[in-house]
């Protein structure tokens, strides 16, 4: 009986060709390193010119993410995940460093989200950092680029700053905004209290659209988009990475893991970077389209 409701189930989507009877593609992460060493890590953030990741160190010893405690730290890996610099840039008492989070790459710079201050370190040691004019924040957390401006989140402000070199500007953003990314000239941010994911307005005139998940979420930190319009997102408390389908209504599990905070995307080499802020570790994973 039930191989003939299978078989007749079968023809009827051989004759209706719908599609909910189509075979389904659907994102696959497999582990390939795990570095560890880290010290709190939040962020990890690719530089697409070289495959280089960068991580962010917070280094805290209370817990307390946001000390202005002069410890903190970046480090660098290789395309694919081998160490190259466990401690590329060190906290200085003339430089200091503090709970490093939120990074982007823009004209050769580093741009690091750090509390209160934005501050740029040279890809290229020796050269000079672009000046630009940071904003008076109060807990800056992730930075993003879209090739013109560099942005940063303020999670207790609710607003993102544009940065360029005429100054800053705001941009309406959630409350407790978090991540933040661009695709194809589109910005897009998570919420950390809202538990939602927002198509924000670069212009700063738009208020933020909600996709309408927060039913899926509980603290949203890290967002990042494949080129084929797939979002990916980390819930950190609910220790999972997830993949929003580009019509922002499916949510599929696509790694469960501790803590996972700001991940990073080699969209070229179809990398993805996770760090796990408790587990002082950098998840690194292979992602593939799989017939479902
Ligand atoms: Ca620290
Ligand atoms: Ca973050």
Redesign the pocket.
């Known amino acids: 009986m039930q191989q003939n409701v299978w078989r007749m189930a079968l023809i009827v989507c051989a004759l209706v060709a719908g599609p909910g009877c189509a075979v389904q593609e659907v994102w696959v992460a497999r582990q390939t390193a795990v570095i560890s060493q880290m010290k709190?890590p939040e962020c990890a953030c690719v530089d697409p010119k070289s495959g280089g990741v960068y991580v962010s160190n917070?280094?805290?010893a209370t817990q307390d993410y946001w000390?202005d405690?002069g410890?903190?730290s970046i480090s660098v890996l290789r395309p694919r995940g081998a160490p190259f610099a466990m401690r590329w840039k060190e906290s200085k008492p003339e430089a200091p460093l503090?709970?490093p989070k939120g990074m982007c790459v823009f004209e050769g710079v580093l741009y690091v989200a750090d509390n209160t201050r934005v501050v740029g370190y040279p890809v290229i040691e020796d050269s000079e950092p672009a000046k630009l004019m940071g904003p008076a924040g109060r807990r800056l957390n992730d930075m993003a680029t879209d090739g013109v401006a560099v942005y940063v989140s303020d999670t207790l402000a609710g607003v993102v700053y544009r940065m360029d070199g005429q100054g800053v500007t705001r941009i309406k953003a959630p409350k407790g905004v978090n991540g933040i990314t661009f695709f194809k000239g589109k910005m897009f941010a998570v919420s950390w209290t809202q538990h939602d994911v927002y198509e924000l307005d670069p212009t700063g005139k738009g208020d933020p659209v909600p996709f309408g998940l927060a039913l899926h979420f509980r603290t949203l930190d890290g967002i990042e988009v494949l080129d084929d319009g797939t979002f990916i997102v980390s819930d950190l408390t609910g220790d999972r990475v997830v993949t929003i389908s580009p019509d922002r209504k499916t949510v599929r599990t696509l790694i469960d893991l501790k803590t996972p905070a700001d991940i990073g995307l080699d969209v070229a080499r179809r990398l993805l970077y996770v760090p796990q802020v408790e587990e002082n570790c950098v998840a690194v994973y292979r992602l593939t389209q799989e017939k479902q």
């Open positions: 709190g917070m280094d805290t000390a405690d410890a903190g503090h709970s």
